[in-house]
């Protein structure tokens, strides 16, 4: 080849190369648009006096993210209005002798980790103003929960990420070793009945345990969002814990295991299918999911965990799906999988399926996608 026509085809690919990623670059500025457009969308459409209960708070945990960044009033009295409506409280029953853990949407489920996750939020709010009150119920009910005998409160994948940042965030605020040595305990329970060494990923819960459960291509069945929740509550400990913690490791190790499997099974599109390693037992896209995978992803990079050479590439593809497919122009979340437990063959998920945690995970994401880019300047 002559040096003219190999110059003018380097000038070509540089050219092509440029647009292609003036087209597909994102700033922080763009990301932190998105994110004000997804949030609020969500606030004028929907009142924050509703129940504490875990699809509610999960959206909240993203909001005060959003505020952390934004430091915007209005999404701090959103929350607060809430939490305000719900008395500071998740299930409201005042007597211990009847309160229960598994699953219930009634009063006396005070110890079901879906009514736990609330105390995130108001912890947090807590830290801006400190007053006892908007804690209190949070202690009282983590506490009488560590002076029974029982582990087992994690039965579920979901409950990792309701309940284990509350026990990191209050042993924050008390330095009471007892919330991390009863974490460490809980976790390995929840480890014991619902964790695939091979495949370093977590089924939903113990009904789901391949090969008593199967994909219907008789595959090992992950749920995106089951696994979501774990990687997104595993990155929320690490955050909090203290570096000297016995058991940091642990938490450390799974994280890292869950990132590597986690990135293998994503789609060439940047999303991940309802069930992870079986894109065909319900094909298409999944935000939920997806966006709690973006979160820890991007957390991990951006505090040193997860190399940016390594993990940067599939963040980046994920957050395009999240802000290019999944997000539209009026600022609605779509494609998020409905309340459930499963991946469900034939489920219709499309651009108008939207959900409160679903909107929490993508502001969640959208708040570590900013910081990354942040980081770069």
């Known amino acids: 080849m002559n040096l003219k026509l190999y110059q003018a085809l380097f000038f070509l690919l540089f050219f092509i190369s440029t647009a292609v990623n003036a087209q597909t670059s ?26 504490a209960f875990w699809d509610h708070a999960a959206y909240h945990t993203g909001n005060m993210e959003v505020y952390g960044i934004t430091k915007n009033e209005t999404y701090r009295k959103y929350s607060e209005d809430w939490a305000v409506y719900n008395k500071w409280m998740g299930a409201k029953s005042t007597d211990k002798s009847n309160w229960k853990y598994k699953y219930g949407e009634t009063d006396e489920y005070v110890l079901f980790g879906d009514w736990q996750i609330c105390f ?12 006892e009150y ?11 929960e560590m002076s029974t005998p029982n582990n087992d409160y994690w039965w579920w994948a979901d409950g990792l990420y309701m309940v284990m940042p509350v026990m990191t965030k209050l042993y924050k605020v008390t330095g009471d ?27 939903r ?32 400990v690490l955050k909090d814990l203290p570096l000297n913690d016995p058991h940091r490791n642990e938490y450390l190790s799974k994280y890292q295991n869950m990132a590597k499997a986690i990135v293998k099974s994503q789609q060439p599109e940047g999303y991940w299918t309802r069930s992870i390693l079986d894109p065909q ?22 505090n040193g965990y997860l190399k940016e050479k390594k993990y940067l590439p599939a963040a980046q593809k994920a957050w395009g799906y999240l802000a290019k497919t999944a997000l539209q122009p009026n600022g609605k979340l779509g494609y998020v999988q409905p309340i459930g437990e499963k991946a469900i063959p034939g489920q219709v998920v499309d651009v108008n399926s939207t959900s409160n945690f679903g909107v929490g995970a993508f502001l969640l994401a959208g708040c570590e996608m900013y910081r990354q880019l942040s980081n770069k300047n």
């Open 120 to 131: 995130q939020t108001y912890i947090d709010l807590y830290h801006l103003k400190p007053e």
């Open 281 to 302: 037992h319900a094909p298409g896209p999944e935000t939920s999911g997806t966006a709690f995978f973006t979160y820890g992803l991007l957390w991990g990079i951006n």
């Open 26 to 51: 994102t700033s922080k500025e763009e990301v932190l648009e998105m994110i004000g457009r997804a949030n609020a969308y969500w606030q004028s459409n929907n009142k924050p006096e509703v129940r």
């Open 177 to 203: 070793q007892k919330y991390l040595d009863k974490l460490y305990e809980y976790f390995m329970y929840a480890n014991s009945i619902m964790y695939d060494k091979k495949e370093k990923l977590y089924y």
């Open 134 to 144: 908007k804690i209190a119920r949070a202690k009282e009910v983590i506490e009488y």
């Open 205 to 236: 819960d113990a009904k789901y345990v391949y090969p008593k459960h199967k994909s219907v291509n008789g595959k090992k069945d992950f749920w995106a969002r089951g696994d979501g929740w774990v990687f997104a509550g595993l990155a929320k």
